[in-house]
């Protein structure tokens, strides 16, 4: 199938986008790597009156380390992590899910802020910003705010940003010493969707966890945290016993469906199975150095 017809702009600069997204509001949709919008449209899933091109916004592209934070432009490419030399040591957990996603010919063209945006809770990104405490600079023509990754989802496929309000920019926490980190994901074939996946970070002092966040891939309708099973984790002594429980209580917590690739009670097995490896992984990460 071919798009509905529709009216292209392609903006040179930032000021002149949010300008557009000011005009035409709702009417509008941004294409950046398109690698989601595209088959949307294509399927007449999406039709928008207006498409708003912003890939000639070099603004928006760019990774930085800060002394304690990494900042992505939102029009940085998948791949231009993948084939950062220092991310694997500044910031681990995110380095290891990037080559989850699609296969590299995607990740040539997908973009940060696309992904994070169309908020799909079977991605690799929105649980990577649950996970790491991530926060999501957003814009319009005449102001910005800050939201946190949990403020940012709101239900299924669906962001609280305004249909005037464009994401520029990606924040995440660099690594600390004394943190683990583990990212595993279930699929049938490399590149395909996960049937279900976990990332964990854990702060660990005096084998007692003062900080555990653990995100799940495919488990619900939306982008999710087990808070629940964080809890048992959070404020005890580390041992086996603790993140198993903590793996039950993870199981019970999603709400996946059934489809043709897992039923939901093979997921919710898979949830317990893969949140217990992960914290053992997360906890026997940890070094006094920091670099994983």
Not at 83 to 89: G, L
Not at 154 to 170: G, K, N, Q, Y
Not at 177 to 191: A, L, P
Not at 227 to 235: F, I, L, M, R, Y
């Amino acid at each position: 199938m071919k798009p509905a017809p529709f009216d292209y702009y392609d903006p040179d600069n930032l000021e002149k986008a949010l300008e557009l997204l000011h005009e035409y509001g709702d009417e509008a949709k941004i294409l950046a790597g398109g690698q989601s919008l595209g088959p949307l449209l294509n399927m007449r899933l999406s039709t928008p009156r207006i498409l708003i091109d912003i890939n000639r916004l070099p603004e928006l592209q760019y990774l930085n380390y800060n002394k304690n934070l990494l900042t992505i432009g939102a029009m940085t490419r998948q791949s231009t992590l993948e084939d950062d030399s220092q991310i694997k040591h500044m910031q681990p957990l995110l380095a290891s899910s990037i080559p989850y996603i699609g296969h590299r010919s995607i990740r040539n063209r997908g973009t940060v802020g696309g992904s994070i945006a169309h908020a799909d809770p079977a991605a690799e990104w929105p649980a990577i910003m649950l996970a790491l405490d991530g926060k999501l600079e957003i814009k319009n023509a005449n102001e910005s705010r800050l939201l946190t990754a949990e403020e940012f989802y709101i239900s299924t496929l669906t962001t609280a940003l305004e249909p005037t309000e464009l994401l520029t920019e990606v924040q995440l926490p660099l690594w600390e010493k004394n943190t683990g980190w583990s990212f595993i994901e279930f699929s049938r074939r490399h590149g395909d969707f996960a049937v279900i996946g976990v990332a964990t970070s854990l702060k660990i002092q005096n084998n007692l966890c003062n900080h555990c966040r653990i995100a799940i891939i495919g488990g619900s309708s939306i982008p999710m945290r087990t808070k629940n099973a964080e809890s048992v984790v959070t404020g005890k002594d580390i041992n086996s016993l603790t993140f198993k429980e903590a793996g039950e209580i993870a199981s019970l917590e999603v709400n996946p469906e059934t489809d043709m690739h897992a039923s939901a009670a093979f997921r919710r097995h898979l949830t317990s199975t893969l949140v217990t490896k992960s914290l053992h992984e997360a906890y026997n990460r940890i070094t006094t150095e920091g670099d994983q």
